[in-house]
């Protein structure tokens, strides 16, 4: 199970951290990633950091704002956000991967966890 938390609302050019804690046996095994949906859209994909945290993967979007890190010891995934923009606004989801990689389409995650909303003021 993946438990997603740190969400809220924040105004254009603040910061936030998100957290993914997981239980079970199959964090420290998999690669973990970060989605969006905003409303009205589809979900797409933030971020992606692999089993060891050695290799990393980002959207256009957020490269360069957004960093992706991972604690194997506490099994948590975290996303910080900075310099945060309306457009960032959307509910924001965690997932483990079915591999040990990093990937980019959510057809490579099977499992998800339940989503925290970010919501960005101008």
């Known amino acids: 199970q993946l438990q997603a938390s740190g969400g809220g609302l924040v105004q254009a050019g603040g910061s936030l951290r998100l957290s993914c804690a997981a239980s079970?046996?199959?964090?420290?095994?998999?690669?973990m990633g970060w989605f969006r949906q905003a409303p009205g859209k589809e979900r797409e994909f933030v971020a992606a950091i692999s089993r060891s945290g050695g290799s990393t993967y980002y959207a256009d979007s957020v490269k360069g704002r957004f960093t992706i890190s991972r604690d194997n010891t506490k099994s948590t995934v975290y996303l910080q956000m900075n310099n945060l923009k309306p457009e960032d606004t959307a509910v924001y989801y965690c997932?483990?991967?079915?591999?040990?990689?990093?990937?980019?389409?959510?057809?490579?995650?099977?499992?998800w966890g339940q989503g925290t909303l970010v919501t960005v003021s101008s």
């Open positions: 997932a483990a991967g079915r591999t040990m990689l990093v990937a980019a389409t959510s057809s490579e995650y099977d499992y």
């Open positions: 079970g046996r199959t964090f420290s095994s998999r690669g």
